[in-house]
């Protein structure tokens, strides 16, 4: 309001009005993800149980690239509670017990579009009386590939993702009302890239920012276009100086659905996080949008 007898007689509701509004905003938010969210995140209480619980890691049926990845990483990398490896038999018997909590694969299960895209994410949840596995409480959900794809080709960033998942559960215990506002795009706005060498998965790049030349346009900091293999090689040494990305997107039969971003570094921090939906006029890969978010 530009006059100042207006703003006088209406000072006294000001704040109120202002903080209402703000609060309105707030359980809206809160309301909307919970209308989407895949798993009802865990409560302060559960979070709690957590610390106290055995953690369960299963395994998939068969002989698979991910049992080897996420036995390593577990083996090397986890710390916060007791853990153990079993299988999904044994999970079926032991997934409605508070007392352990789970380190698992929900394949095809999560965001379910129109057109019938699923994913399959990696899921930190914990055991209850959950009829349904989207329905346990959840502390951390990373999403690995889409549901059709069987070569998850996630062994570089594995490591990264069991450090994360522990360090996100001790932050619930404090932000646990801000990240469930904002879900992993809590950890954005990390302005540690100036001073870090990006290595970009150089198969995931969108147009328009597919080379050196056009990337330096939009970020004008210090990248390496690589494949995931020789990712893997780089971060091989634990380089403190470097952050590397990892995407998610369709096959390539495939055009449909949501592409995801996300950059870590060695020792699971998680700089930046998004995922959108893929259209023709906006197609998969690391995108202008995406660099114009973390510069």
Not at 85 to 111: A, H, N, T, W
Not at 170 to 175: D, G, R, S, V, Y
Not at 220 to 247: G, M, R, V
Request: with cysteine; charged share 25%.
């Amino acid at each position: 309001m530009k006059k100042t007898d207006c703003v006088r007689t209406t000072k006294g509701f000001t704040s109120d009005y202002v903080f209402k509004k703000y609060l309105f905003i707030a359980v809206l938010g809160i309301f909307c993800l919970g209308a989407l969210a895949n798993s009802p995140l865990a409560s302060k209480q559960q979070i709690g149980m957590f610390k106290n619980s055995i953690t369960c890691v299963v395994l998939e049926d068969g002989s698979t690239a991910y049992n080897v990845y996420i036995k390593d990483a577990v083996q090397r990398y986890w710390k916060s509670t007791e853990f153990e490896f079993i299988d999904q038999q044994e999970f079926d018997k032991r997934r409605f017990d508070s007392r352990y909590s789970f380190l698992v694969l929900m394949k095809g299960v999560f965001d379910k579009d129109p057109g019938g895209v699923s994913y399959n994410y990696i899921s930190l949840v914990l055991g209850g009386p959950a009829n349904d596995m989207t329905d346990m409480p959840e502390l951390c959900s990373i999403p690995l590939s889409y549901s059709d794809d069987s070569n998850i080709d996630c062994g570089y960033v594995m490591p990264s993702i069991v450090k994360f998942m522990q360090k996100h559960a001790k932050n619930l215990e404090q932000k646990r009302f801000f990240i469930s506002l904002r879900g992993l795009k809590y950890y954005n706005g990390s302005t540690g890239f100036q001073d870090k060498v990006l290595l970009l998965n150089k198969d995931a790049m969108a147009l328009y920012v597919d080379t050196p030349e056009r990337i330096k346009t939009v970020y004008p900091y210090y990248i390496k276009l690589l494949t995931t293999s020789e990712i893997q090689d780089e971060i091989a040494a634990n380089p403190t100086n470097a952050l590397f990305h990892f995407h998610v997107g369709p096959t390539e039969n495939s055009g449909a659905g949501k592409c995801f971003e996300m950059i870590f570094d060695v020792e699971g921090n998680l700089y930046y996080y998004n995922s959108r939906k893929i259209t023709n006029d906006n197609g998969d890969g690391f995108n202008l949008n995406d660099f114009k978010n973390i510069r």
